[in-house]
Structure formats: structure tokens, C-alpha cells
């Protein structure tokens, strides 16, 4: 019934609500977000025996940028780190276009084995950036990598994804997904890593912030978050605003949503609070010295609860309870009555001597006689 109702909620309020009350419906970064699940379900983890090689040569003087690229070439550069020098290389067009498709979904952690002037040795690196032309962005001119040490802190920008997002607790419970900064620096220690950082949601909800803090506790072994953000650690990166599903899922729990009623369905849809449905007060626990009835009245009772189809106890307790209220609701017409005899009585008095007044002062006094 609920899945049904959602559903429905799902088509409402009509397009031209759209632009007062679209906080309450699926932002664009929610939809990219769930395109994104999709192409990574199957991809968040590097395949480490089938590593990409790419080729190189060591560029000379005379390889400028401008005659690399009528060559369809582009200069690279592999960063110097700790006893290992700077190396310049030049690069074929076509790998650095595949190093720009790699960036676009998941950043530069994609590990590559250079292979420098047909060397048997290679050099493992991943891809740090990679420099396009101040007005044509589609043309890269300059590419930088970084060596990949194992045991050692590599400076990596990892995608932050989030695991299951469709089955999450703030997506059931109708939160919006709103994305801060989804991609964080971590030191990667392991030589086999994942692609993308997971981030479990288990105890989040609606109105909470998934922050760099938060993903820290999830980390797989061998990465850790970058100094950088020693004194950022409640950067926002995944932050879930209410919508009218949370508001009807929450009354839901509460006992306060009727499903039947089309009012409660509207005004979640606006994101109105839904009035609560008025609930009878619990009866008190009868004492036992209260609940003796006559044994000849207990069979004519146990009779009708066989008619009815309820248990003897459940009939003998509405019976006791209805007394009760008469004898209650007795004592409050009594009441009543009482105190409108007694207003009626102060009326009458107040009648009466207002009466005297004015026939005294009707009366004329009796004149003297001559």
C-alpha cells in the first residue's frame, strides 16, 4: 500500500509547482548519481593483472610543445619523488586522450606501466594531471604522472560513491541526495587499491551530513585521509535534505499518516505537516476488587461472548468499563443539574430584590392633611 501510494506522490504536485516546491522533488546531481552506480556497479575495482602499458621516449631540447603536437605528440613529465629523479617524456596523441576519458568518471587513479624508449624496465605510475589548451579544451598539451611507490604514502583524489544508494536509509526514508565535493585526497599505502571509496550509510539519515570524518571510519587497510585535511575532518561531501516522502515515511512510523485519506497525500506533496488523527485515551487498569461480577451474570456473559466471538475476559471488561463511565457520566449530569439549581436559585433572588427596589420607589408618599 505504501510502495503504491509513493508512486503516486511520485507524479504530484503537476509542472507548474515545479519551480515554488522543487526542494521536495530529485535534484539533477541525484539522477547523475544514480547514472554514475550504474557504470561503476561492475567497475569499482582495478583489474592489477592486465595493467594498461604505455610507451614513451625521453624528450630532448628540440622537442617543443608546438612541434609535439604537428606530430601528434604531447610532452610528459614523470615527478620526481624521494631518491627517484624527474623524468621528461614525449607521449603518443592517443594516450593522452585515453587519459582524459579515464579522468572523467573517477578521477587519475588508474595505475600504468611506462614503458621509456623500449627499456625492458617499466615504471609504474598513475596519472596526475593532464594540461588542455587555454581555448580548445579538448586538446591536451602537457601530461604529468606520479610514481607509484607501495609501502609508501602516494597522494592519490579518489571518487567518493556510495554503497547501495537505491537501499539506503535516507533514500528509503525519501531524502535528497545533494553532492558537496565527492572526491577526497587519501595516502595509498597497498599496491593493489580500489577505484572508488564506498561510503556506508547505515547510520545516516534524512538531515544528516556524510563528512570526511565519516568516511575515514570505513576505509579499506593500506589508505588513509591526507594531512590536508587535519583541521577539515567535518567537510561536507554527501549532504541529505528532507522531501515529502520523509515527511509522509516518518508519520508513517508514527501512526500519524492514514493512506486512505487524500488530504494527508496533498500535503505531504507540498511538504505541509499532516495533522494527526484524534486517538482515544487508554483506559485505565480496572483494580481487582472492581472486577467481581455476580456468578449468575458471568454465564449469561460467557454466552454472549460465544454469540459475539470474543473471549470471556474481553466482554466482561467492556461490560465493567461501560458501568463505570455511566456511573461517571451519572455524576457529571448530577453535577450539572446541581449547579444550574443553584444559579437558577441566586437568579431568583437577584429577581426578587430587585422587584422590592422598584416598587418602592413607585410608591408615593402619603400627602398632610389641612
Known sequence: MIKTILRRIHKFPPNRYLDEYGDFFD???ELLHR?????RSDRISIDFDNVPELFATTRKNENTIRDLWRHRKVAGVILAKDEFPEINLVHPLEDAYRLMRDKNDYGFVDPYDINIDDD??????FCKDVDTHLIYQNWPMWCTFQRFIPGRPNRML????INDWENSEPKIRGGRLIVKDDFVWVDVYIPEYPRVLLADLSETTPMDKYTVADLEKCLPDGIEI?????????QIIYKFALGYRTIMYDSWLHNEFDVTRAVDIDRTAFGLPIRAPKTEKAVDPLPPEKQYLPKSEEERIRKVAQLLGKSFDEVKRDIIVGRQNREKDKKVVEERIAKQRKEYEKYQKAMEVSDAQTSSATEKPAGKKK
Not at 227 to 232: E, G, H, M, R
Open 27 to 29: 535534484r539533477d546531481q
Open 35 to 39: 547514472r554514475f552506480q550504474k557504470i
Open 120 to 125: 625492458e624496465d617499466q615504471v609504474r605510475v
Open 158 to 161: 579518489m571518487k567518493v560513491a
Open 226 to 234: 591526507a594531512p590536508v585535511y587535519k583541521d577539515k575532518r567535518k
